[in-house]
Nanobody, 114 residues
Framework: QVQLVESGGGLVQAGGSLRLSCAAS????????MGWYRQAPGKQRELVAT???????NYADSVKGRFTISRDNAKNTVYLQMNSLKPEDTSAYYC????????WGQGTQVTVSS
């Protein structure tokens, strides 16, 4: 089994920054893609950003140039630096890890006030 512990969500004003972290533990042999998704009330969960074990990244168009995903392979931790936050970024953010199958974190709330 794989456990994911997220941290770093909160309330911030528009234009501000937050940094999310997600630490993976457990049976991590073969860990590959790590990433972040988000889901607002009444909406489908959507990709925010992913990063492979080799460092290749992929971003949703809505966050390109504002968010940066990174990972520390030694710590099995993925980060999401979010700058220039907008009210439409308000959502629950979920960590995702692929280790033979996909695992999800419990979610952390990000609220951006206008």
């Amino acid at each position: 089994q794989v456990q994911l512990v997220e941290s770093g969500g909160g309330l911030v004003q528009a234009g501000g920054s937050l940094r999310l972290s997600c630490a993976a533990s457990g049976r991590l042999f073969g860990i590959n893609t790590m990433g972040w998704y988000r889901q607002a009330p009444g909406k489908q969960r959507e990709l925010v950003a992913t990063i492979t074990s080799g460092g290749f990244t992929n971003y949703a168009d809505s966050v390109k140039g504002r968010f940066t995903i990174s990972r520390d392979n030694a710590k099995n931790t993925v980060y999401l630096q979010m700058n220039s936050l907008k009210p439409e970024d308000t959502s629950a953010y979920y960590c995702y890890v692929w280790v033979l199958r996909g695992y999800w974190g419990q979610g952390t709330q990000v609220t951006v006030s206008s």
